[in-house]
C-alpha cells in the first residue's frame, strides 16, 4: 500500500508535457493542402442535396406568392406559411 500512494504522489507531482497545437485548415478554400479539393468535392457529392430537397423541402408558395403581390397593387396581403399542409398566417 506504502509502494502505491508513493508511486501516485511521484507520478502526480511530475511535471506535465505539452506540445502546441496547430490549426491545418483542410479546405484548399482557407489555406489547406490543393490535393484536398477532390477528396472534399467526392464527399460533398456522394452526400447528396440535403434535407431540403424533394419532399422534404417547405412549401413556399404562400410565401412567394406574397412577395410577388408587394408593391405592384394597393392591397396588402398577408404572407402565409404551409407546413405539412396546414397555412399559418405570418403577421410581420
Known sequence: MAVASLLC??????PGSATEQLYRPVSPTFGGNP????FLLST???QGAGAKS????PD??????????LGGSNSVATPTIIINGTAIPANP
Not at 413556399?60 to 403581390?69: D, F, I, M, Q, R
Open 44 to 46: 460533398a457529392q456522394a
Open 60 to 69: 413556399l408558395s404562400g410565401l412567394n406568392e406574397a412577395l410577388s403581390k
Open 54 to 57: 424533394g419532399q422534404n423541402s
Open 35 to 38: 490535393l484536398n479539393g477532390t
Open 9 to 14: 504522489g511521484t507520478l502526480a507531482s511530475a
